[in-house]
C-alpha cells in the first residue's frame, strides 16, 4: 500500500493579526491597562449650530472648555440635540470657522 501525503505550507498570518481593526482596539486598551497612555476623555456636547449648503450639512457641537466637534450629513437629516464627543479643551476651533471652512470645502468640490 502507497501512502501519499500532501502539506499545503502557507505563510503565517497570525504575525500580522495585530494590524487588524481588533487588533488595534485591544492594543491601544492593553496600553491604557499597563499606564503607558490614557483612554480618550470624552464629554456631553450639545448641538450649537445647524447650516445647510448646497445640498450638505453641518451640526455643530460644542462641549465643556470649548470643545467642538462638526458633524456632515444630507440636507435636512438629522441632528441630534446632544452626543458623546472627545474631549478636546481650548482646541482653537469656534462654530462660526467651522462652518466657514464646511462652506468653502463645500464650494470647492462643486
Not at 18 to 26: N, Q, Y
Not at 53 to 64: D, R
Request: glycine share 8%; net charge positive.
Amino acid at each position: 500500500m502507497l501512502l501519499i501525503s500532501f502539506t499545503s505550507i502557507s505563510p503565517r498570518t497570525d504575525a500580522q493579526d495585530w494590524k487588524s481593526g481588533l487588533g488595534l482596539g485591544v492594543e491601544k486598551m492593553q496600553k491604557v491597562w499597563q499606564g503607558i497612555s490614557k483612554s480618550t476623555q470624552m464629554t456631553q456636547c450639545k448641538l450649537a449650530s445647524r447650516k445647510v449648503h448646497t445640498g450638505k450639512q453641518i451640526c455643530v457641537y460644542k462641549g465643556a472648555n470649548n470643545t467642538f466637534l462638526g458633524i456632515y450629513n444630507d440636507a435636512w437629516g438629522f441632528c441630534s440635540n446632544t452626543i458623546s464627543c472627545r474631549y478636546d479643551p481650548n482646541s482653537g476651533k469656534t462654530i462660526r470657522s467651522l462652518v466657514v471652512a464646511f462652506a468653502k470645502a463645500k464650494d470647492k468640490m462643486d
